[in-house]
């Protein structure tokens, strides 16, 4: 039995994707602006089904490998406002002239891919929804057909595959045990038949390491700053914020909902994971002079506190994750925005030579990307502020985990040493030429993303109440159905 109402948002995700590829086959290069608002409309219409069912109870579908609660409509709706502002960001980019139609199908593809792996109630539909949006960003990737971007997609292919192989195999050993890939069924299974069995063991520890692939963490993190720095700048401020919100929600799901027996095997390896990935990342910044490559260790690093929410679970701490992720969203597509900005002013890639004094010339720009990384840092009035808070709270309401939100205070520390030096370099005056830059590509579509994420920003840090509330309602949904 199919719930076609429960299902909606994933069928218009799909048709839209599939209508905007008819256009690009028809059109033969000339229906950029068709798709673009083929894609953006369906964007507004699979966040709009998700508001109006965010009250109904929660729906299991398609043969109970599906769930739909509230953990689904957060990913719907902010998947959906990652997919438009990133349309919004790439308008303006040459490359699209011939392309763009199939640049807005392959993000809504991988747009559907996320809103499924965020529903998936069993590894066989986790497996299959992994992989359509895996390799729709796989040729995002490679959009541009550069030598870096290129090489980004292959990079991003190679590791990729690993990670979901290897999950795979996890998961076959879990069917080995337990005779089910539904989630609900293995975690029966592993309690019933006890869990010290080692195909059991060795299925829950390649699971953690296929999901630890996908959220970057450390030591799986290798893929992020290769693939973020050569992707095309709109590319990677989708896959920092939208596949970081689907990978957290998967491993959610996955250690709560399928291998909640198996706790005192994963949640050492995920307390190592944690500290290592906050403060490895927060030392490798310090080093680097891209700032692409900068923001991808800062955005590993954020994997690093994200992990802190799912080991203390529970309510309390999967508020503070699925908050954590949906402020984390715009501090990335912002950011990534002003560095899409500032590619297209210098034409070349944004280090901290070139960002010298730019703030000065584009003041939008300059004290948004302020902002947006004192955001990362945990200032307060941002909504990073915010996310850190509950995340740190949660730790230190645990009682167990206090000494977690120490290391992760100590590494935001850190972590100003390279944020301060992009901003000290953003408004360093010896540098100003004073010349006036002309209006670059898509200057009006960037920053309008820019401002949407600055007021997102501003308005999570300063009246979170709706925000977290929503969290709450979707954390006691992923509790409740343990």
């Avoid at 529903?119 to 539909?125: G, I, K, L, N, Q």
């Avoid at 069924?185 to 996908?214: M, N, Q, R, Y």
């Avoid at 941002?382 to 808070?389: A, N, R, W």
């Avoid at 709706?466 to 979707?474: K, Q, S």
Wanted: aromatic share 10%; charged share 10%.
């Amino acid at each position: 039995m199919i719930d076609w109402w429960a299902v909606s948002p994933d069928i218009a995700m799909g048709v839209g994707a599939a209508v905007t590829l008819l256009i690009a086959a028809f059109l033969r290069g000339r229906g950029r602006g068709i798709g673009f608002v083929v894609g953006l409309a369906t964007a507004g219409l699979v966040a709009g089904l998700a508001i109006a069912q965010w009250g109904d109870a929660p729906v299991s579908t398609i043969a109970d490998t599906m769930v739909v609660d509230q953990v689904t409509q957060i990913s719907r709706i902010a998947v959906s406002a990652c997919l438009a502002l990133t349309l919004i960001a790439a308008f303006g980019w040459s490359r699209l002239r011939d392309s763009g139609a199939e640049f807005a199908a392959l993000l809504m593809f991988a747009a559907a891919g996320m809103n499924l792996v965020a529903a998936a109630s069993s590894f066989m539909t986790l497996f299959v929804a992994l992989e359509l949006f895996s390799i729709s960003l796989y040729a995002l990737s490679g959009f541009a057909r550069d030598r870096w971007s290129l090489e980004a997609g292959f990079k991003y292919l190679v590791l990729g595959t690993i990670g979901s192989v290897i999950l795979v195999y996890g998961a076959a050993f879990l069917y080995g045990a337990t005779g089910s890939f539904q989630f609900a069924e293995v975690a029966a299974g592993l309690e019933g038949s006890g869990t010290g069995d080692l195909l059991v063991v060795a299925g829950g520890v390649l699971v953690l390491v296929g999901l630890a692939f996908k959220v970057g963490a450390v030591p799986f993190h290798m893929w992020v700053p290769d693939v973020y720095e050569g992707a095309p700048t709109p590319i990677t401020g989708f896959m920092a914020a939208g596949t970081k919100i689907v990978a957290f929600i998967m491993m959610a799901r996955v250690l709560y909902e399928a291998l909640p027996a198996l706790r005192d095997t994963w949640e050492p390896a995920l307390v190592a994971m944690a500290v290592a990935t906050m403060v490895l990342a927060a030392i490798a910044a310090l080093v680097q002079t891209n700032v692409k490559r900068m923001l991808a260790y800062a955005l590993v690093g954020s994997s690093g506190y994200a992990l802190i929410a799912v080991i203390v679970g529970g309510e309390q701490g999967l508020r503070a994750l699925l908050f954590y992720l949906v402020a984390a969203a715009p501090l990335a597509l912002g950011a990534f925005a002003v560095i899409a900005l500032h590619e297209r002013d210098t034409g070349g890639p944004a280090t901290l030579d070139s960002l010298r004094a730019w703030g000065f010339d584009r003041p939008l720009a300059g004290l948004a990307l302020t902002v947006f990384l004192l955001g990362f840092a945990g200032f307060p009035l941002t909504s990073g502020f915010i996310g850190k808070f509950l995340v740190f709270g949660s730790a230190v309401q645990s009682d167990q985990w206090t000494w977690l939100a120490v290391v992760g205070a100590i590494s935001s520390v850190i972590g100003l040493g390279y944020l301060l030096r992009v901003i000290g370099a953003l408004y360093d005056r010896s540098a100003r030429s004073g010349v006036l830059l002309p209006a670059a590509p898509g200057f009006g579509s960037l920053n309008l993303v820019i401002v949407i994420c600055l007021a997102l920003v501003i308005a999570l840090g300063v009246a979170p109440g709706l925000g977290i509330d929503w969290a709450g309602e979707a954390a006691r949904s992923l509790a409740a159905g343990r």
